[in-house]
């Protein structure tokens, strides 16, 4: 708790108001010796009168009323100079105050409060809010306006103008064979009874972003996952899916590849369902309550149509027309059709309910293969393809329009050119109840407590950056132009990119990032409560990690959200931390403040608890003079991904690669050690150097090559894997290159792989070494 009613010495100690009580008695004595003084001259007029001299005694009267008025005067003066001397005495005081890391922290644990956070969610949860409308500028207006009330001073909106798509009309009916079979889908969510957002059923139709408009009518075949590995099956089967429309169910991938992937077998259109058995209302083993659907329960309810972007996201980031480069308004762009950032064929989403008649219009063509049955009726899943045809319709409009970054910035006061910099973002495919609101509440309760901390006189070491990123949805837009707008700044300043995106989903806490800011996570959560347990959140993670872990498991990012552009572009060590659940309302309707209320997170606790989780990680990143960032996790998962890079090719000879890792390992050795001696006040190594080698040995990972094929993406250690988009891919470039099967590609991909690992290492030793 800020305690008001007190105030802070020089030395960080409290002390109470009538420290100064003596002072202000002292001035009063004074005022009271000088009215005495008049005294002597009145008994000399008196005396005078008596011996018949002149009566000067109304004279004197006068001087006297003139003494004693002068004298309030001073008195009055040297009160009130002493009453401004004292308050700027005091208020000086806590300008200066370097906070104590203890009070610091306590406000940072304090401060967040759920009311707060539930009233941020209601106003973000009011209106959908799609990248590029009018209410998703309102909602960036207001978020600045909030940031700027919280006393962020420098906060302003960043446009940038892509390419998006919206929905104007949409069509998937069963249009020949069997009259029985046809079949008019709705492609519209049901109210659900309580939730008042779910009346406005048409804020935004189903559709998918960054899809290809068309009218295409053909039979369906019915292709698991949509995976490369699905499709590949049917065609060993001697599937014929040329001139097919793919129905495929969401789920294991990225759906955006589920659509390359159909295109590549010659698909001419692709309708992705929610099976429920993924996300629905049929239970699986290990879910802690039996499954019930949206608005009983948190999972998808058979009308539930999940939105979401087509994007072939593992090829590139951001807007499609301007790859590499920001989107500002007057640049050139590519033509629609030059671009691999939409995709080539028209796509659906649809729910269960909808994809139930074209499991039937499937019956009895082709086989069922037993692993690709869901949770619908298992005499469905027949992989045709259909006698009957299907209409698929997909009006969608193209338009270059402008979207909102909302950047806030709170200078750094000793290190102001280095930078932590903090995202979630702000779009969402309709409400957004987690996806993003639940971040984006997270974000200005973290900033309102910032600037408490800041009216404390909270003087950062570095630069602290809030990013309310707009058009993640279409993929990753928002962030991925800003960072190629700030390209040079970024790479010479960024410490640390922290990301938050569907915040809050239930109370298991996850992380994903770079290996360098393990450490953090485990120091910061350990000091904050796990609302449920009253354990500490890195106890309760530990928990949920499984038995064979030492540590709380830390993933490895691979894509879906707004660090892409930080960590596979620029090299700039990232973290997403999250609370995940049981969630099945995913880019629906549903995904609503209701949905929270009921199941999320009913007390907002788990709101409190991040809000405290990224605050006191950014504050230790934005303070600490020594950095908590560390490079032997880094080394021992280098290690341990090099392991089963070699396990892919046992054979071939991999020593170049081998030898740079191991430099890489003795060098973060000696790094964590000589960190060890700065903290015990010993060692020759200055905090600078050791903090630059901590924070900026990830940027020499980044090969100004890129990767073949995909070359944006210039991370030699990880990528978004080709096929699975949101997994990662450790080695991706060398992985690819032995897919292929191309021997001079593997020889040049190893070799640029080891040339850079052998810079970090050297840069981790501390011998300097550029890109
Ligand atoms: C894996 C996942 O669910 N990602 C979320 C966001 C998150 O919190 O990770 C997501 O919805 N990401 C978008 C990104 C779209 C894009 O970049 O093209 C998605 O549709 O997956």
């Known amino acids: 708790m800020v305690e008001t009613d007190r105030k802070i010495d020089d030395s960080g100690r409290y002390k109470p108001h009538g420290m100064h009580a003596w002072n202000g008695t002292q001035q009063a004595q004074n005022a009271t010796a000088s009215e005495t003084e008049t005294t002597p001259l009145l008994s000399k007029a008196a005396a005078a009168n008596h011996a018949g001299f002149p009566d000067y005694s109304a004279f004197f009267k006068a001087v006297e009323v003139k003494v004693k008025i002068f004298s309030k005067f001073i008195s009055i003066i040297l009160a009130v100079s002493w009453v401004v001397w004292y308050i700027t005495t005091i208020i000086s005081m806590f300008r200066r105050q370097d906070l104590t890391m203890d009070i610091a922290k306590n406000i940072i644990l304090d401060t967040p409060n759920s009311f707060k956070l539930r009233e941020y969610l209601v106003n973000y949860t009011s209106v959908a809010h799609v990248a590029g409308t009018e209410s998703d500028r309102l909602q960036a207006e207001w978020t600045r306006d909030k940031l700027v009330e919280f006393g962020i001073k420098d906060v302003k909106i960043e446009t940038y103008w892509p390419l998006l798509n919206y929905p104007k009309s949409h069509r998937v009916a069963i249009v020949s064979g069997p009259e029985h079979l046809h079949y008019e889908a709705k492609l519209r969510e049901d109210v659900a009874p309580g939730d ?9 139709p189903t559709f998918h972003g960054y899809s290809k408009g068309g009218n295409v009518t053909a039979p369906i075949i019915y292709v698991n996952y949509g995976r490369i590995e699905d499709f590949r099956l049917l065609a060993s089967r001697g599937v014929q899916m040329n001139g097919t429309i793919a129905l495929v169910r969401y789920g294991e991938n990225f759906r955006g590849l589920k659509v390359t992937a159909a295109e590549q077998f010659g698909c001419v259109g692709v309708l992705i369902y929610s099976d429920p058995i993924d996300d629905g209302p049929v239970s699986k083993p290990g879910v802690e309550n039996p499954a019930k659907p949206y608005p009983e329960g948190p999972w998808r309810a058979r009308s539930s149509v999940q939105r979401g972007s087509v994007q072939p996201f593992s090829l590139m980031a951001g807007d499609p027309l301007t790859p590499g480069y920001a989107a500002k308004e007057n640049v050139t762009r ?6 691999i950032g939409i995709a080539k064929i028209p796509s659906m989403p649809i729910s269960w309910e909808d994809a139930v008649p074209l499991f039937k219009a499937l019956i009895g063509h082709g086989r069922v293969i037993e692993s690709w049955k869901g949770g619908l009726d298992n005499a469905m899943y027949f992989y045709g393809p259909s006698v009957a045809e299907v209409n698929l319709v997909n009006e969608i409009e193209n338009k270059i329009t402008p ?59 570095r630069t602290i950056i809030f990013a309310s990123w707009d058009a993640e949805e279409y993929g990753m837009v928002g962030s991925t132009e800003w960072v190629e707008d700030h390209k040079e700044w970024l790479d010479n300043g960024a410490i640390c990119y922290l990301n938050v995106d569907m915040a809050v989903s239930g109370p298991h806490f996850a992380a994903t990032g770079s290996p360098s800011m393990n450490q953090l996570l485990y120091e910061i959560t350990k000091q904050v409560p796990d609302p449920k347990t009253h354990m500490s959140i890195y106890d309760t993670w530990l928990k949920d990690s ?8 830390v993933g490895t990012l691979g894509s879906g959200s707004d660090y892409v552009a930080f960590i596979d572009h620029v090299g700039i060590a990232s973290v997403d931390i999250r609370f995940t659940g049981e969630f099945g309302v995913y880019h629906s ?8 209320d009921h199941f999320g997170d009913p007390t907002y606790q788990y709101h409190v608890a991040l809000t405290q989780i990224w605050g006191l990680m950014a504050f230790h990143l934005a303070n600490d003079r020594l950095l908590k960032m560390t490079a032997t996790p880094y080394a021992a998962f280098i290690a341990e991904q090099f392991r089963s890079l070699k396990s892919l090719s ?13 430099n890489f390992i003795d060098a973060a050795d000696i790094l964590d050690a000589q960190v060890l001696l700065l903290k015990n006040g010993s060692g020759n190594t200055s905090i600078g150097d050791v903090n630059s080698r901590l924070s900026f040995f990830e940027r020499r990972f980044i090969d100004p090559e890129g990767i073949q094929g995909r070359d944006w993406f210039k991370h030699v250690i990880i990528a978004p894997g080709l096929w699975t988009g949101y997994a990662a891919q450790t080695f991706p470039a060398i992985v690819e290159a032995i897919e292929n099967g191309n021997e001079t590609a593997i020889m040049h991909t190893m070799n640029r792989a080891a040339l850079h690992i052998e810079k970090a290492a050297k840069f981790v030793a501390g011998r300097r070494s550029f890109h």
């Open 196 to 204: 008042d957002t779910s009346k406005r059923q048409d804020d935004v």
């Open 334 to 339: 590519l033509a629609i059709n030059e671009t």
């Open 403 to 461: 979207i909102w970054n909302v950047i806030g910035r709170i200078q750094g006061h000793e290190e102001g050119s280095k930078a932590i910099v903090l995202g979630n973002h702000r779009d969402a495919w309709v409400y957004g109840a987690i996806d993003p609101s639940s971040g984006s509440a997270i974000m200005l309760e973290l900033a309102r407590t910032f600037g408490i901390l800041l009216k404390h006189g909270w003087k950062p070491r």
């Open 546 to 553: 499984g038995d064979r872990v030492n540590e709380p498991f």
């Open 589 to 596: 309707n549903y995904d609503s403040l209701y949905w929270m």
């Open 650 to 662: 046992p054979l071939r000879d991999f020593s170049n690669l081998e030898s740079a890792i191991r």
